[in-house]
Each structure stands twice: as structure tokens, then as C-alpha cells.
């Protein structure tokens, strides 16, 4: 998956290149909890104040801001607001808990005893940990691993082919559950098999992190970025899904030509490598990698299961209705899921988890231990989502929300569609290196975000990508980041040198999706 505890990706590898390399910076964790103490002291001095809302929609309405008074000082029957000391320390003290299961009243107020819809973030908290277990069950299994190795094996006649095929994989995985701490265990089989068809370190760490770094970027349904931020926003998963759908093909295929250019470059010219061809080199190449495991019936079952979920997920979460109307103009002509969201998706992922822990022969005790492993290892991405849920509490509580919403507003004002969405997009770059978990990230910035898009007559799915876009483009190159130093180290790749390879392709994805956020904004 692409979100765990101390990164973006916030992966715990315990690899000690990658943490002596992170010591300088804090974790996701403590990023968010100070933005919750800035921001629950600033709410002492920060105008409280709300918006009128449409009464269908229950969003904003543009230019009815309105502050609100405090209620030593307001008059008998005025709405106001509590701002001693008392009170707020208890909305301090209970902000992360409420970010898990507090109810938002009428008045926008979030709590465990008020009356109204389910504010916390126990729904998508449900949703990572059956991520978890599901990715854990199925990793254990090694079906994916053997899958990949022997499609390796087979195509290592040619290296061109072989190539497009696993980055296809990779982004595949990217764009749907966010895989990036998994693409870790790959490396020791990519490294001796790019050097075995005569190419260097650098092409094996760019098949591996340009294939599912860029369909990160561009995730479709990823439920670390996509599901989080499309929770945050009040959408549906699907919506702007062909939007990122596009973006992902024209990335991938990018960023498999780039790969390509530098592989055949530095195999016609190895002195042109970026990091050299050494003896040491010729040592680790494809005698490290014959050893893959056959490809047993159990495993074909469990891969067919693992994609079979993946695709339920993908029918359900997407809007076809809507789709096909605005595509087509024609009604969907096949039956949905009504309703699925992320309780059923919850489900979904368990069930399967079950499916694929008896088709290997796990047993029931050792099924039910790997879920509840799997489940365990995801708790900090289901946890940073809960803490960045707090932030946005402790701003409605305080109703400071709609007050900077008011200020931004006019900060926007006379804005192009167009201009809001790539200035979104640009935004959220250094953010996503401040918190680099994505799920917190999006947790944090989105409460914002959709609603000041309404502003902007800026679809709230655009605001999405603009986010997740962000985010994935850090994910590429971000030293802060366990899976990016952890890779290098175990690729022996430099972080220099390694820079000197991705940043041009970072530049090109930059260009390419502030593109698409400006022509998707003003197709919407």
C-alpha cells in the first residue's frame, strides 16, 4: 500500500539507512499533532464564523459568510460561540477521538453525544485495516511475488518488453491500492536482472519506483489517497475517475518511454550510465534471480481472487450512471452496487482475505493471525488518518472553518477555473512533503479545499486530484520518505544519483498534470 506510519507512505522498514536518513525530520504523527496545538491556539484569536448553506446541496453559499460572537457578549437566543478556556481545552482534548467516531450536529458542531451524521473517520479507519489485512494475507501467500518473478523469467530475452510489462504492473498496483512499501521486496530480483540484460541499477529503480510512483500520482481508486480525500470532500470515489484514468495512461506511457530512453542509452553506451557498470555488477546479475519458484494452480487461484476484488472494488466505487450519461447519453445498461462505499468495501476485502488465506493453505488459525497481523501493520495509516480528522474537529468546534474558508475566498475571487486548480495543485507540493502520509494529508487539506473549489465553480473531484496529484509527485523523491531511501540502499543507488535520473521525469509530470488539472477544470 502506499500509506503507512512515518512517510507518505509512512513505511516502518526498519531498515537503518532509511531511518538515519529520516532523523532529521519528524514523523507524519508529530507534524499533525503540532498543526493541531497551532491551530487550536490560533482558534483562541482566529474570528469564529459561518457560511449559509444550500439547503439542497449542503454546501456554502458564496459571499454569506457571517461572524458569529462570542457568547459572554451575545444577545439572548444569538448563535454563538464558547471560547473559555474550559472549552476549549476539552475540544483540544477530545479532537482525536471525535476524529474517529464523533457526530456532526446541525450546527456543525462534532462530538460523541450530538445528534446527526457520522463526522469521524471510522468508516475509512475500518476501510485501511481490512486494506491491511488483505495485502498482508495475499503478500503472504507469495503468489504476487511469484507472479511477477516468473513474468520476469519469461520476458527476459527482452529487456524492452520486459520493461513495459512490469511497470504496467507496478502502476496498476499504484493507481489501485496504492502499492509503494510492497514494491520493496522487489528489488532484489529487479537490480540482477537489469544487469543481466545489460542495463544498470538506475533502470531497475526506475521500473520499480516510476512505474508505481506515477500510478500513485495518478491513483483512480486508491484508498490511501482517492478514498481518503473523496471522504474528506462529501464525493464519490468515482467521481473524476476518468479524468485520473486518462492522466494515469499518458503518465505511464511517459514514464515507460523514459525508462525505456535511459535503458537502451546506457546499454548501447555504458560509460553513459548515470551510476556505472562495475565488476561487482556483472557479479549480481541473473544467477541471483534463477531461483524463482514455479507457478503453482494455488497461485494462479489466489492472483485471480486478488484482481477479482480489485475489479469489484473498481465497479462499485465508480459512478457508471453518471458516466455513461456524460459520455454516452445513455443510461448504464448493467446493475450496481447500490450504496457501496467504504463499509461494503470493507467487507469485500476481508471476505477476500479469507478466500485467499484457505486457498493457500493457511488454515484457520493461521488465516485469522494473518489478518490480524496485516490489520496491525496498517493501524498507523488508519491511525494518522484519525489524528488529521482531529485538526478539522478542533476548526469546527471553534468554527474558524468557514473564517478561513471566507478569507481564501476572497483570496480567489475573479480566479479562472483553470488557474484555481493547477494553483491547488502547486499548493499542496510542499504540504505533502510537510505531512508525507497521504491519508493525513488529505484528511487535513481537503475540509478546505472542496469547499473553496465550490467557490471557485471548480468541480470538488478536480480538488481531489489536485491533492493526490501532489502528493504522488513528492512520493517520487522525497528523502523523508522510508521506501525511497529504503529502495536506493537495498539497489545501491545514491540518493544523488538517483535525483539526477527522476527529477527530469518529475519536471514532465509536473507539466503534464497541471495540464490536465487546467483543462479537466474548465471541461467540468
Request: glycine share 10%; hydrophobic share 50%; proline share 4%.
Amino acid at each position: 500500500m502506499n500509506d503507512s506510519v512515518t512517510t507518505r507512505s509512512e513505511n516502518t522498514s526498519g531498515l537503518p539507512e532509511g531511518e538515519a536518513t529520516r532523523r532529521w525530520f519528524p514523523t507524519a504523527f508529530t507534524v499533525l499533532a503540532v498543526i493541531l496545538i497551532v491551530v487550536w491556539v490560533a482558534s483562541f484569536f482566529i474570528p469564529s464564523g459561518i457560511y449559509d448553506t444550500d439547503p439542497d446541496t449542503g454546501r456554502p453559499i458564496p459571499g454569506s459568510y457571517h461572524q458569529l460572537a462570542s457568547c459572554d457578549a451575545a444577545a439572548e437566543g444569538e448563535r454563538c460561540v464558547d471560547k473559555s478556556l474550559r472549552v476549549q481545552f476539552w475540544r483540544l482534548w477530545n479532537a482525536t477521538p471525535n476524529g474517529l467516531y464523533g457526530v456532526q450536529n446541525a450546527d456543525g458542531q462534532v462530538g460523541q453525544w450530538e445528534e446527526g451524521f457520522l463526522y469521524g473517520a471510522a468508516q475509512i479507519f475500518m476501510f485501511v485495516l481490512a486494506v491491511g489485512a488483505f495485502i498482508t494475507v495475499a503478500t503472504k501467500s507469495g503468489a504476487i511475488q511469484t507472479g511477477i518473478g516468473r513474468l520476469a523469467m519469461r520476458f527476459k530475452g527482452s529487456g524492452t518488453a520486459l520493461i513495459v510489462v512490469l511497470m504496467l504492473i507496478f502502476a496498476v498496483g499504484g493507481t489501485t491500492y496504492g502499492m509503494w512499501e510492497e514494491t520493496l521486496g522487489f528489488f532484489p530480483l529487479m537490480v540482477p536482472l537489469a544487469l543481466a540484460l545489460g542495463y544498470d541499477r538506475i533502470v531497475a529503480v526506475g521500473i520499480i519506483f516510476l512505474g508505481a510512483g506515477t500510478g500513485v500520482l495518478a491513483s483512480t481508486v486508491n484508498p490511501f489517497a482517492t478514498g481518503v480525500a473523496s471522504d474528506a470532500a462529501l464525493i464519490s470515489v468515482g467521481d473524476g475517475i476518468v479524468l485520473r484514468l486518462l492522466l494515469w495512461m499518458v503518465l505511464v506511457t511517459i514514464a515507460i518511454g523514459y525508462v525505456l530512453w535511459y535503458a537502451h542509452r546506457v546499454k548501447a553506451d555504458p560509460s553513459r550510465s548515470i551510476v556505472g557498470i562495475s565488476a561487482e555488477d556483472a557479479r549480481d546479475s541473473l544467477s541471483l534471480v534463477t531461483d524463482v519458484p514455479a507457478l503453482t494452480g494455488r497461485h494462479k487461484a489466489i492472483l485471480g481472487v486478488f484482481f477479482l476484488a480489485f475489479a469489484i472494488l473498481l465497479y462499485g466505487f465508480i459512478p457508471w450512471e453518471d458516466v455513461t450519461q456524460n459520455l454516452l447519453s445513455r443510461s448504464w445498461p448493467l446493475p450496481t452496487f447500490a450504496d457501496f462505499y467504504f463499509t461494503e468495501a470493507s467487507m469485500l476485502f476481508i471476505v477476500a482475505a479469507i478466500a485467499i488465506g484457505w486457498i493457500a493453505g493457511m488454515g484457520e488459525a493461521g488465516t485469522v493471525n494473518t489478518i490480524v497481523s496485516g490489520a496491525g501493520d496498517f493501524i498507523g495509516a488508519a491511525l494518522i488518518i484519525v489524528v488529521a480528522r482531529g485538526v478539522t474537529v478542533v476548526m469546527r468546534n471553534t468554527t474558524i472553518t468557514d473564517t478561513i474558508l471566507s478569507w481564501a475566498e476572497e483570496a480567489v475571487s475573479g480566479t479562472s477555473a483553470s488557474a484555481f486548480a493547477v494553483l491547488a495543485f502547486l499548493v499542496n507540493l510542499p504540504l505533502a512533503f510537510l505531512v508525507p502520509s497521504s491519508s493525513g494529508h488529505a484528511a487535513l487539506i481537503m475540509p478546505i479545499l472542496a469547499p473553496l473549489s465550490d467557490f471557485a465553480s471548480v468541480d470538488r473531484s478536480i480538488a481531489v486530484t489536485a491533492y493526490q496529484s501532489a502528493s504522488g509527485l513528492i512520493n517520487y523523491i522525497t528523502p523523508t520518505a522510508a521506501v525511497v531511501m529504503g529502495g536506493l540502499t537495498l539497489a545501491k543507488v545514491r540518493y544523488d544519483h538517483y535525483l539526477r535520473f527522476a527529477l527530469p521525469f518529475v519536471g514532465i509530470a509536473l507539466v503534464i498534470t497541471s495540464a490536465f488539472l487546467a483543462i479537466g477544470s474548465a471541461a467540468t
